[in-house]
């Protein structure tokens, strides 16, 4: 089992930048690609980025593509999305999740809001 907890979520007006973070613990975080989700009110969940366990893959979801960057500290056991030029439509609940094997999410965080005022 990996437990999952983000942080870093807030308040941010448009054009600003926030840094999520996700912090794992339980078994060990090398073993597993991370990812990025984000579901706004009323709309289904959105993927958003993802990492091989090495760090040397990323993958983006096409809206934020240019603006967001995946990152992880495979010793500090932690994933990171820096997230730039956020807009309004950014606003979500954003979930980081595990894989072991990319795109088979096993493990689920309870996610950290994020709202992009105009």
């Known amino acids: 089992q990996v437990q999952l907890v983000e942080s870093g979520g807030g308040l941010v007006q448009a054009g600003g930048s926030l840094r999520l973070s996700c912090a794992a613990s339980?078994?060990?975080?090398?073993?597993?690609?991370m990812g990025w989700f984000r579901q706004a009110p009323g709309k289904e969940r959105e993927f958003v980025a993802a990492?091989?366990?090495?760090?040397?893959?990323?993958y983006y979801g096409d809206s934020v593509k240019g603006r967001f960057t995946i990152s992880r500290d495979n010793a500090k056991n932690t994933v990171f999305l820096q997230m730039t030029n956020l807009k309004p439509e950014d606003t979500a609940v954003y979930y980081c999740?595990?894989?072991?094997?990319?795109?088979?999410?096993?493990?689920w965080g309870q996610g950290t809001q994020v709202t992009v005022s105009s």
């Open positions: 990492i091989s366990w090495s760090g040397r893959n990323t």
């Open positions: 999740a595990a894989a072991p094997t990319l795109p088979h999410y096993e493990h």
């Open positions: 339980g078994r060990t975080f090398s073993n597993f690609a």
